[in-house]
């Protein structure tokens, strides 16, 4: 009998492994940015932004208003529009050209997850590349929307991997996402959590703010001449209460909760006097509590648990905070997809995740939501969700004299 494709894959050198997955993400990359126009409103702020960073400077183009990003990806695109206007090329949105710095960026990651992925067994680190590689979520909101959500997913990601082996790396990479966009901030619970489960908390939890500090400063110090407060009044104050809304297109439980509409005002009441934001911000703040009893009493290799934890809190900001839009579940995607490699057990609530989250940045790209003909998203979204505590209860009520599975890494 012949062995199947899987298998005799499983021949190839890792290197190998890693560079078709790597070339077949780029060409893929390359064929959908160059044949889809995307979401063409985004394309065009970011190439504003190029441009106005380029012909005043960072500091003019904060104080003149209208950026509402940290200024890591806007030194990128500088860089960008100094090539394009030095090599004379009209990048319009909705062409390949518009999204090539976000495809840069993504293929120059894939080689920090090859080396990240070291000391994981071979099969596991073989399933990490590939769904970080060719997950059909990153591709699709950097290839043909146009965005850079897997900048900052990446970069959470790396830092809860690391945060209990290399507390300072972690804290760089936490500060990277920080200055590239505010989202990361989500899973700062779960990194000052491991800090305090392991010996010597004093000395990692300053190890964690030194290395996070560092790209903070840096970053920020070219707007010391006047752009500094400009850039943390819009990028960090101001982004919290930019879009008031219950939910921008995010297929979570606003949709389905309370007969509400997902568009109607999150300063509206929802109960007990308390408005709709309250009430998704009280939720969040259970569920990074929950996430850190579960840090506490699980068993499982600590990597893997908070890994497992940050999915769990990513997740719970997407599903139960307000002003979400729905690119805002690249994060849980990409750290659900990195566990879904290492335990089986996993990979169908990271599928479900993954195939939700692509199909809500689909109808929101080419089409327009529908509240309740795109309701399965909602339904399946909660599903997923509702698996997720499920298994992590489960292993917390594990009686403490079964040892657990071993991990690659331990």
């Known amino acids: 009998m012949s062995e199947s494709p899987v298998r005799r894959s499983g021949r190839w050198p890792g290197w190998a492994w ?28 970011f190439l504003r932004w190029a441009e106005e960073v380029r012909a005043w400077g960072l500091s003019r183009a904060y104080e003149a208003g209208g950026i509402d990003y ?39 990651f894939m080689p920090l997850i090859w080396r990240l992925s070291r000391g994981l067994s071979e099969d596991k680190r073989r399933w990490a590349i590939a769904t970080y590689c060719l997950n059909p979520v990153l591709i699709f909101d950097t290839a043909v929307w146009g965005q850079v959500d897997v900048l900052d997913a990446t970069l959470a990601l790396v830092a809860v991997w690391l945060v209990a082996r290399r507390p300072l790396l972690a804290g760089v990479a936490l500060g990277l996402g920080l200055a590239a966009k505010f989202e990361t901030i989500v899973v700062l619970p779960v990194l000052v959590g491991a800090a305090l489960l392991v010996p010597n908390r004093v000395r990692r939890v300053t190890a964690m703010a030194l290395g996070a500090l560092m790209p903070l400063a840096l970053s920020a110090l070219p707007l010391a001449g006047g752009g500094l407060w400009p850039m943390i009044r819009s990028a960090y104050i101001g982004t919290t209460s930019e879009y008031p809304y219950l939910s921008m297109n995010a297929m979570n439980i606003w949709f389905d909760l309370l ?7 999150d300063r509206s009441t929802a109960l007990l006097g308390l408005s709709y934001k309250d009430v998704g911000l009280l939720l969040l703040a259970a569920a990074c509590l929950a996430a850190l009893a579960y840090l506490a009493r699980s068993r499982r290799a600590l990597p893997v648990r908070l890994l497992i934890a940050a999915a769990f809190v990513s997740f719970s900001f ?6 979400m839009h729905e690119r805002y579940v690249v994060l849980a995607v990409a750290l659900m997809a990195w566990l879904g490699a290492l335990d089986k057990r996993w990979r169908a609530v990271a599928a479900a995740v993954a195939f939700s989250a692509f199909w809500n940045l689909w109808v929101v790209c080419f089409g327009a939501v529908n509240a309740q003909q795109d309701a399965w998203m909602v339904y399946l979204n909660l599903a997923a969700y509702g698996a997720t505590g499920v298994i992590m209860v489960r292993e917390v009520r594990r009686p403490r004299t079964v040892r657990p599975a071993p991990e690659a890494i331990e």
């Open 259 to 265: 007969d509400a509409s997902p568009y109607a005002s």
């Open 70 to 108: 940290p200024p890591l990806y806007l030194y990128v695109l500088d860089v960008y529009a100094r090539l394009a206007s030095a090599g004379h090329l009209n990048v319009r949105p909705g062409t390949l050209w518009a999204k090539l710095p976000g495809v840069i960026l993504y293929a120059a």
């Open 18 to 45: 890693f560079l078709a997955c790597a070339l077949a993400s780029l060409a893929i990359q390359l064929l959908l940015a160059a044949t889809t126009r995307g979401y063409v409103a985004d394309q065009a702020i």
């Open 318 to 323: 997407f599903m139960l905070a307000t002003e």
